[in-house]
């Protein structure tokens, strides 16, 4: 009886191992052909999460900032601030680049599992 019980332990193991892989495999697969998202943070506090596949205009900071989503690139497309760097500043879409607008203090940063080798499968 011991033993029986200690063999479903193992099973339910190998079944919530094998269901977790496969939920990471997922993930990484969706990751890999979505072209990600953005996260847009306003003075440290995140505004909203936007996926780049998704060609949108968004709105940030009660429109001190507008970022503007296409073709899998986020761009900053005006902005109030003085210097203008952000909007000046190249779109995004590649892991961990972002746009830094200093005086209003936004960040736009780009979450993709999507690495320069997968581009050129895509395009
Ligand atoms: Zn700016």
Same mark, same amino acid.
């Given at each position: 009886?011991?033993?029986?019980? @200690? @063999?479903?332990? *193992?099973?339910?193991?190998?079944?919530?191992?094998?269901?977790?892989?496969?939920?990471?495999?997922?993930?990484?697969?969706?990751?890999?052909?979505?072209?990600?998202?953005?996260?847009?943070? #306003?003075?440290?506090? *995140?505004?909203?999460? +936007?996926?780049?596949?998704?060609?949108? =205009?968004?709105?940030?900071?009660?429109?001190?900032? +507008?970022?503007?989503? @296409?073709?899998?690139?986020? $761009?900053?497309?005006?902005?109030?601030?003085?210097?203008?760097?952000?909007?000046?500043? @190249?779109?995004? %879409?590649?892991?961990?680049?972002?746009?830094?607008?200093?005086?209003?203090?936004?960040? #736009?940063?780009?979450? %993709?599992?999507?690495?320069? =080798? +997968? $581009?050129?499968?895509?395009?």
């Amino acid at each position: 009886m011991k033993t029986g019980i @200690k @063999k479903n332990d *193992i099973l339910l193991i190998f079944i919530v191992l094998a269901v977790a892989g496969s939920a990471a495999f997922l993930h990484n697969l969706l990751g890999t052909a979505g072209a990600g998202s953005v996260t847009v943070k #306003v003075n440290g506090v *995140i505004e909203g999460v +936007y996926s780049l596949g998704e060609d949108q =205009e968004i709105e940030i900071n009660k429109g001190t900032n +507008y970022l503007v989503i @296409k073709n899998g690139k986020a $761009d900053m497309i005006r902005a109030d601030c003085p210097d203008k760097l952000c909007v000046n500043q @190249k779109a995004v %879409s590649k892991n961990h680049e972002s746009i830094i607008c200093l005086p209003n203090k936004v960040i #736009v940063e780009v979450n %993709s599992t999507e690495k320069g =080798e +997968y $581009d050129a499968v895509a395009n």
